[in-house]
C-alpha cells in the first residue's frame, strides 16, 4: 500500500478549501508526467463524477484522496504539507519517488543501480546542467556510464566521475560494483552539445 502522508495542517487547509465546494469533492493526489526526469506531484479537486473504479481512496477525517492507478507506485513515501511562515502559507509537496518508481531489494543489479544515479547522483549533477545515464554493466562488474548535458566536455568530468559517482556507487553497491567507466568521448571547446 502506497505511503503517502498528509499533515493535520494541509488537511485542515484541504477541509477549508472543501468547504467552498460543491457537496462531495474531495481532493485528486497525482504525478504528471510519472517516471521521468520532469516529474511532478500535484493536488486537485476531485468531483463526485471524476472518480475512476481504479482510483485507490485514502480516508481522512472530513474528506479523502484519491489516487489515480498510474501515479501510485510513483508516490511512496510522498509528504503534503501546508507551511507557514514570514512569507505567507503554502502547501508544499514532495514526492521522492516521481521520477522513478521505488525497486525492490531484489531487483536486478540493473535497475537498483539506475535507481541510485536516478534519485541520488543525477539531482547533484542537474544544478550544473548535466546528467549521466547507465548503458550497461559489464561481466566484470564495471557500470559503464555516459555524461549528458553540461557534464559533456566540461574539463572537470573525470574528477566528478571518480571522485564523486564512482565513490557514491560504490559505497552503495560494494559487494556487486568493482568500478565505473565513462563511454562518452569528450570533446573539448564550444562543440559540445545539451
Known amino acids: 500500500m502506497s505511503q503517502i502522508t498528509i499533515s493535520k495542517s494541509a488537511q ?10 460543491p457537496d462531495g469533492t474531495h481532493i485528486r493526489v497525482f504525478v504528471v508526467k510519472p517516471g521521468t526526469q520532469n516529474a511532478e506531484c ?3 479537486y476531485c468531483p463526485k463524477d471524476a472518480i475512476e473504479t481504479s482510483d ?20 511512496d513515501d510522498a509528504e503534503i ?28 543489479l540493473f535497475e537498483r543501480v539506475e535507481y541510485v544515479i536516478q534519485t541520488q547522483i543525477n ?42 559517482i564512482e565513490k557514491e556507487l560504490l559505497e552503495e553497491f560494494q559487494e556487486d560494483l568493482n568500478g565505473v567507466r565513462d563511454v562518452t568521448e569528450h570533446a573539448h571547446g ?5
Not at 555524461?147 to 566540461?154: A, E, K, L, T
Open 12 to 21: 485542515s487547509h484541504f477541509i477549508k478549501l472543501l468547504e467552498q465546494q
Open 42 to 44: 500535484g493536488v486537485s
Open 56 to 75: 485507490t481512496t485514502l480516508q481522512f477525517d472530513g474528506f479523502s484522496a484519491f489516487i489515480d492507478e498510474l501515479s501510485l507506485p510513483f508516490l
Open 81 to 108: 504539507d501546508f507551511v507557514t511562515d514570514k512569507m505567507g502559507s503554502q502547501l508544499t509537496l514532495k514526492a521522492p519517488n516521481a521520477k522513478l518508481r521505488k525497486i525492490a531489494d531484489d531487483a536486478p
Open 123 to 164: 539531482p547533484q549533477l542537474s544544478g550544473h546542467g548535466g546528467h549521466i545515464n547507465l548503458i550497461e554493466i559489464t561481466e566484470d562488474k564495471i557500470a559503464v556510464i555516459q555524461f549528458g548535458g553540461g557534464c559533456n566536455g566540461c574539463s572537470m568530468v573525470d574528477v566528478t566521475l571518480k571522485d564523486g
Open 190 to 194: 564550444d562543440h559540445s552539445y545539451y
